[in-house]
């Protein structure tokens, strides 16, 4: 029963074997690192794919850290961010972001993200309080807070700058070219097939009312 539970939930985002490898980072007293290797249930490279497996898609300023649960084999560290703007969904205020991996009794546990150019040191893997992300996250109903994809297309660093105004992000954002890729994809989004079947496709633009629709396909005309 436990497995008939979870398993919807896990096999949309990533299916992970939690075979970890540790290891020891550059500096003399580093933490020591855990990566898991997932497979993830869908081709997360492809914008309509990542769009549609997504229940809500913003721009969000770190606020803080404000825990840590251990929900299966590894940590996950939930964040308290302030939402700049949306791409799909519609965020106001403060919500929850869960990110997979964080410390646990002294070890750093990462997840492996597929990127085939990776940039990301141990030191720069959870997100930073006081830094802007763009963030591609499904809604956890039992939890109440909007989980992270761990694939490397779901988020990207926009702003280290804490002190930047709301204004200023967002204009930041919407000159971004990765997040124009991604709000032209929302139209063109493909649901997966897993949450059609149990009537989980949150924010779906099909469901969108025609005027909300439209409203967004006459702002897309504008980015350039």
Request: no cysteine.
């Given at each position: 029963?436990?497995?008939?539970?979870?398993?919807?939930?896990?096999?949309?985002?990533?299916?992970?074997?939690?075979?970890?490898?540790?290891?020891?980072?550059?500096?003399?007293?580093?933490?020591?690192?855990?990566?898991?290797?997932?497979?993830?249930?869908?081709?997360?490279?492809?914008?309509?794919?990542?769009?549609?497996?997504?229940?809500?898609?913003?721009?969000?300023?770190?606020?803080?850290?404000?825990?840590?649960?251990?929900?299966?084999?590894?940590?996950?560290?939930?964040?308290?961010?302030?939402?700049?703007?949306?791409?799909?969904?519609?965020?106001?205020g403060t919500v929850t972001v869960d990110q997979?991996?964080?410390?646990?009794?002294?070890?750093?546990?990462?997840?492996?993200?597929?990127?085939?150019?990776?940039?990301?040191?141990?030191?720069?893997?959870?997100?930073?309080e006081g830094s802007t992300y763009?963030?591609?996250?499904?809604?956890?109903?039992?939890?109440?807070?909007?989980?992270?994809?761990?694939?490397?297309?779901?988020?990207?660093?926009?702003?280290?700058?804490?002190?930047?105004?709301?204004?200023?992000?967002?204009?930041?954002?919407?000159?971004?070219?990765?997040?124009?890729?991604?709000?032209?994809?929302?139209?063109?989004?493909?649901?997966?097939?897993?949450?059609?079947?149990?009537?989980?496709?949150?924010?779906?633009?099909?469901?969108?009312?025609?005027?909300?629709?439209?409203?967004?396909?006459?702002?897309?005309?504008?980015?350039?």
């Amino acid at each position: 029963m436990f497995y008939k539970k979870i398993l919807p939930f896990i096999s949309v985002i990533a299916i992970f074997s939690f075979v970890g490898i540790t290891i020891n980072a550059k500096s003399n007293k580093p933490p020591m690192v855990s990566i898991s290797q997932p497979s993830y249930a869908a081709d997360y490279a492809k914008d309509d794919i990542l769009l549609g497996s997504s229940h809500n898609v913003f721009i969000g300023r770190v606020i803080k850290q404000e825990g840590t649960k251990s929900r299966f084999a590894t940590p996950e560290t939930q964040f308290k961010v302030e939402v700049v703007s949306n791409i799909k969904g519609d965020l106001h205020g403060t919500v929850t972001v869960d990110q997979f991996g964080g410390y646990k009794n002294g070890v750093l546990y990462t997840v492996a993200d597929d990127n085939p150019t990776p940039n990301r040191s141990a030191d720069s893997y959870l997100l930073k309080e006081g830094s802007t992300y763009l963030l591609a996250t499904r809604y956890n109903e039992t939890e109440d807070w909007y989980t992270l994809n761990s694939f490397y297309t779901a988020s990207k660093l926009l702003s280290t700058d804490k002190n930047m105004n709301p204004a200023d992000l967002k204009a930041l954002a919407d000159n971004d070219e990765r997040v124009k890729a991604l709000k032209e994809a929302y139209p063109k989004e493909k649901l997966l097939d897993a949450d059609i079947s149990h009537g989980n496709t949150k924010n779906s633009f099909v469901s969108l009312p025609t005027e909300e629709q439209e409203k967004i396909k006459d702002e897309l005309k504008t980015i350039e």
